[in-house]
């Protein structure tokens, strides 16, 4: 067996945060850090100044995951209280509450070309939704156990 070297690994920096942070998205159009709280909010970060440009309050439970939307400007954020929202970047305001799932909500994708967003959940089903509407276009059944991830691809 080689002798391998332990390596040494130091917290270069810490960024103080209200409660403990579930979930992180980076949105490169706007240069910000997103990320979703045990307590329910999203907070948008300036990495440069290293401060909170914004919260977002809106879930009654933790933000598991969160989901840009570039081509419509805002973000997404899913949750154990089972909704989705749809926030706009700019402005911190929520677009759209999404409801459909009946228990906790996982994961999401979103194709940007067909501005579908995908989500799944505790539930055992994938939902197809349309940022813009807040009913549900497709409900995927058939899982026996709950989902934990959701990705998109499309073949033409």
């Not at 994938?126 to 409900?139: G, I």
């Not at 059944?141 to 991830?149: E, I, Q, R, S």
Request: aromatic content about 8%.
């Amino acid at each position: 067996m080689k002798n391998h070297k332990k390596k040494k690994h130091s917290v270069q920096s810490a960024w103080p945060t209200p409660h403990t942070q579930m979930s992180l998205r980076w949105n490169q159009k706007h240069n910000l850090l997103f990320s979703g709280s045990v307590a329910g909010t999203v907070h948008a970060w300036d990495v440069e100044a290293r401060d909170e440009v914004t919260c977002l309050i809106g879930h009654d439970d933790m933000v598991l995951d969160l989901c840009s939307l570039d081509t419509i400007e805002s973000i997404a954020s899913c949750s154990l209280d089972t909704t989705i929202s749809i926030w706009d970047v700019l402005t911190g305001s929520r677009r759209q509450l999404l409801q459909g799932h009946r228990m906790g909500v996982t994961s999401m994708a979103y194709h940007e070309e067909r501005r579908l967003l995908f989500s799944s959940g505790f539930d055992h089903d994938a939902l197809v939704w349309s940022p813009f509407t807040p009913t549900v276009l497709y409900k995927l059944k058939g899982h026996t156990c709950p989902l934990v991830g959701v990705e998109v691809s499309f073949f033409e």
